[in-house]
Structure formats: C-alpha cells, structure tokens
C-alpha cells in the first residue's frame, strides 16, 4: 500500500489521491483480511478435523462430503437478503452479526456426535456466514474507485490462501490436543478456531465506517476527492446501463457471471476440502501434512498478488479471469493421472496458482457495470449460485471416492467446471471499458 503501489494502475498520481487511498488502505484492508482469515478458516477446517474427526464417528466419504458442502446450502438460501439487509442496515452492524454468529456455530461443531448433528450444525454455520463475502465486496465499493478495485479486492481475498498457509499447520497441530480435558484433538480444534472470529465481530461494531463521509479519520479534502471520483463512476455506469434490483436479478450477464463464478469455485472448495485427506495419503503425520497442504496457497498467495497488479496495470479484465481458469482445469486434470506425491503436489500447486489468480480479478467484472442495491442484490446472487459448487465439488470427489477408493477420478472429473467457465468468460465477451469511465486516462 505503498505510494508506488498505488501508483501503479496509471501515471503519476495526485497528492490527495494518493494520501487518500493510503489512509482507506490502511484503515481497512488489515482488518477485512484479518475478519476474513476467520471467517476462511473457520469455514474449511473441516477439512483437517476429518483426518481423526472421520473415524472417531465413523463417517463414511459420503457423510463427509454431504456435511462438508451442506454448508453452501444455507448460505445460497439466505446470500441475498443478507447483503441486502447489509445495504439498509450498514456494514459495521451487519457484518458484526454475522461474525459474532459464526464463530458461536463454528466452535459448536466440536458438540457433533452423529450424522444428523453434524449436517443440522454445518447448515447453520452456512446461514451464519452468508451475506460476509458479498458484503465485502459491495463495500469496498464505496471506497475504492474502479482503477484500485483489482489489488484492494485482490489483498482482501488475500485472506483465503493464507488463511491455509497458516491454518493447515496450525490445524496439524492443535489435532495433536486429543485428550487434553477429555476432548478429542478435533473438537479443540473447533473450538480455538471459532472464539476470535466472536471477539472479532464484537470489535467489528465499533471499528468499520459504514460510508466515507461518516469517516472521521479522513480530511475534509480527502472526502471531498473520494466523493467526486465515485460520482463521476456512478454518473458512467447509469449513463451506459442502469439497472433495477429486479433487473439485474434477471440479466444474463449476470446469470453468465454466477456460472462462471460456480465453475471458479467447485475448482476451490474440491481442492481445499479433499487435499489434506489427498496429501494425508501420502503416509505423512498430521503435523506433517498441514504444512504440505499449505504449499499450493503459499503460491497462490504470491501469484495473486502479482497477477491482480498486473490486470491493474493493463486495464484489463477478462483475459485475467478467463486464462486462470482453464491453468486450474489442465492443471487438476493432469493431477488425476499422476501417482509419484511430488509430481501429484506441483500439480496441484498449478491448480492452485490458477484458482486465486481467478480470485483476484473475477469481482471486478460485475463491479464494473453494478451499483447501489443492484450491486447488492447482484453481487449475492452470482457469489450463493457460485457457492452451490461448494456442495457439487466436494460432493463429486467424496462419491468418487467411496466408489472407487481413491480421489484421482474425482479431481479428473472436478477440472470440468473451471474448464466449462474459462471457456464462458472468452465467450461472454464480458467487457470492462466502463469500469475505468469517468476518470482520466492516463497511460
């Protein structure tokens, strides 16, 4: 967030501009990625606590896999109304709720003893958490102008690798608690993994800025700059299409963008929850195995990074969405065919390059054109339909696996849905000039 970084989208930058955009930066992004660390983690540990949690209740791969993507069922069902009611009621409280919410059903899956408790407590965490990632996404909307969108929603999302490249070993680890006050390492695992993100919402009442003229910790000149450069974007995006709530619910652009967006993220959720089981195989401890499972993020941290400040600097949008994901298809397929760990791991590592290179660009395609409560209810939709693939890709690697014994077709027949939305975004032809109207061109 320095002043070379932010100057980075274009030539050189205002005085303002660029006190501006460092005073939101540093306000902001640290604690969106630090709620979203949580918010991450708490929704894929699963993946770690099933390495003893699965035995221990003698879940077969298909509970585990109906358990695991039952979660994106609430979410899809309440995505919309939450940041909906996000948009009347104002980030700081809404996002507090949602917050202190999950984390209270996230450590309450250490009290699963069933199958019937784990899918009731797993579907109850999805109601809890929907509404956070949209509602993100929506605002920082009102903070960043679109040349900035990019590497701000890119840093934000920042939180999903590291959220495992720090969680996988510290999941490793806290397994290895079995016994300690007579629970099981996985339930401890529940429990510590869910207090901050309750302590977190609390502070999340009274830290976030709902809009920037409600920011007393920018100057009058610095409000008076941001509030002209979002006008003159609004101004575009109503000049070249405005959009009732209804309207934008129905657009096929919108629905084109939910499947691409549901391709995107069944590659996601397949990897994150199958590959600590996947590396597990290898013959490695859990310890051993968190810190394995962390490597593909590691690199997807990195190449997000650079690859969102590259869509930046070119002013270019739809080749960044769409390339990643067919890297992810070819990537996953070539896995399933490999048996040696170390070639099977680079693989993945590839696959996983591509999923959070996608991740950095993809939202700034619908911000582009959306605004105002069609952004709210828009940016739900194409995020709880993208997330049904959260159950389809688990699921199909989970059925997989119980019919076959091993993961290998499951990841075959997983590259389909990035390779099907690669293909989408070429073909939508979806354009972003409007996303850089009302501003000077300065290249």
């Given at each position: 967030?320095?002043?070379?970084?932010?100057?980075?989208?274009?030539?050189?930058?205002?005085?303002?501009?660029?006190?501006?955009?460092?005073?939101?930066?540093?306000?902001?992004?640290?604690?969106?990625?630090?709620?979203?660390?949580?918010?991450?983690?708490?929704?894929?540990?699963?993946?770690?606590?099933?390495?003893?949690?699965?035995?221990?209740?003698?879940?077969?791969?298909?509970?585990?896999?109906?358990?695991?993507?039952i979660f994106f069922i609430g979410y899809?069902?309440?995505?919309?109304?939450?940041?909906?009611?996000?948009?009347?009621?104002?980030?700081?409280?809404?996002?507090?709720?949602?917050?202190?919410?999950?984390?209270?059903?996230?450590?309450?899956?250490?009290?699963?003893?069933?199958?019937?408790?784990?899918?009731?407590?797993?579907?109850?965490?999805?109601?809890?958490?929907?509404?956070?990632?949209?509602?993100?996404?929506?605002?920082?909307?009102?903070?960043?102008?679109?040349?900035?969108?990019?590497?701000?929603?890119?840093?934000?999302?920042?939180?999903?690798?590291?959220?495992?490249?720090?969680?996988?070993?510290?999941?490793?680890?806290?397994?290895?608690?079995?016994?300690?006050?007579?629970?099981?390492?996985?339930?401890?695992?529940?429990?510590?993994?869910g207090i901050p993100s309750v302590l977190?919402?609390?502070?999340?009442?009274?830290?976030?800025?709902?809009?920037?003229?409600?920011?007393?910790?920018?100057?009058?000149?610095?409000?008076?700059?941001?509030?002209?450069?979002?006008?003159?974007?609004?101004?575009?995006?109503?000049?070249?299409?405005?959009?009732?709530?209804?309207?934008?619910?129905?657009?096929?652009?919108?629905?084109?963008?939910?499947?691409?967006?549901?391709?995107?993220?069944?590659?996601?959720?397949?990897?994150?929850?199958?590959?600590?089981?996947?590396?597990?195989?290898?013959?490695?401890?859990?310890?051993?195995?968190?810190?394995?499972?962390?490597?593909?993020?590691?690199?997807?941290?990195?190449?997000?990074?650079?690859?969102?400040?590259?869509?930046?600097?070119?002013?270019?949008?739809?080749?960044?969405?769409?390339?990643?994901?067919?890297?992810?298809?070819?990537?996953?397929?070539?896995?399933?065919?490999?048996?040696?760990?170390?070639?099977?791991?680079?693989?993945?590592?590839?696959?996983?390059?591509?999923?959070?290179?996608?991740?950095?660009?993809?939202?700034?395609?619908?911000?582009?054109?959306?605004?105002?409560?069609?952004?709210?209810?828009?940016?739900?939709?194409?995020?709880?339909?993208?997330?049904?693939?959260?159950?389809?890709?688990?699921?199909?690697?989970?059925?997989?696996?119980?019919?076959?014994?091993?993961?290998?077709?499951?990841?075959?027949?997983?590259?389909?849905?990035?390779?099907?939305?690669?293909?989408?975004?070429?073909?939508?032809?979806?354009?972003?000039?409007?996303?850089?109207?009302?501003?000077?061109?300065?290249?």
């Amino acid at each position: 967030m320095s002043q070379s970084t932010i100057a980075a989208a274009g030539g050189a930058k205002s005085d303002i501009e660029t006190s501006t955009i460092n005073a939101i930066s540093w306000r902001l992004i640290p604690f969106l990625i630090l709620a979203y660390f949580f918010s991450y983690l708490d929704r894929v540990n699963l993946g770690f606590a099933a390495l003893t949690m699965n035995a221990e209740l003698k879940f077969t791969p298909l509970i585990f896999a109906w358990g695991a993507g039952i979660f994106f069922i609430g979410y899809f069902i309440f995505e919309v109304p939450s940041n909906l009611a996000l948009e009347k009621f104002g980030a700081s409280r809404w996002i507090a709720r949602i917050m202190v919410t999950w984390g209270i059903i996230s450590a309450l899956m250490a009290t699963v003893s069933g199958e019937w408790s784990f899918y009731i407590l797993r579907f109850l965490l999805g109601v809890a958490e929907a509404g956070f990632f949209p509602g993100i996404i929506l605002y920082l909307t009102y903070w960043y102008p679109a040349e900035y969108r990019a590497r701000f929603l890119a840093a934000f999302a920042l939180a999903v690798p590291v959220s495992t490249v720090i969680g996988a070993p510290i999941s490793g680890y806290l397994l290895n608690l079995d016994g300690v006050m007579g629970l099981k390492g996985w339930q401890w695992l529940f429990i510590i993994e869910g207090i901050p993100s309750v302590l977190l919402g609390i502070v999340t009442w009274f830290y976030l800025t709902d809009k920037p003229e409600r920011a007393d910790w920018l100057s009058a000149d610095q409000k008076a700059w941001l509030s002209a450069r979002l006008k003159a974007e609004l101004a575009a995006k109503q000049a070249a299409t405005h959009l009732t709530l209804g309207q934008a619910l129905s657009s096929p652009k919108v629905i084109a963008l939910s499947l691409i967006y549901f391709g995107f993220v069944g590659a996601l959720y397949g990897m994150q929850f199958w590959l600590p089981q996947i590396v597990k195989a290898f013959g490695l401890t859990n310890v051993q195995t968190g810190f394995v499972t962390a490597i593909p993020y590691l690199f997807g941290t990195v190449a997000m990074i650079l690859w969102a400040r590259h869509s930046d600097a070119t002013r270019e949008r739809v080749a960044h969405v769409g390339a990643p994901l067919l890297l992810t298809a070819i990537a996953l397929g070539a896995s399933s065919y490999l048996t040696d760990p170390t070639a099977t791991m680079v693989a993945l590592t590839i696959a996983g390059i591509g999923v959070f290179c996608t991740f950095a660009v993809f939202w700034t395609l619908p911000t582009a054109w959306l605004s105002g409560t069609a952004a709210a209810g828009a940016i739900a939709l194409i995020n709880s339909i993208g997330n049904l693939a959260g159950f389809g890709g688990p699921y199909l690697i989970g059925w997989v696996k119980e019919a076959t014994g091993n993961t290998s077709t499951g990841l075959l027949g997983l590259a389909i849905l990035p390779l099907i939305a690669g293909l989408l975004v070429f073909a939508g032809q979806h354009k972003s000039a409007v996303e850089f109207a009302g501003q000077p061109q300065e290249r």
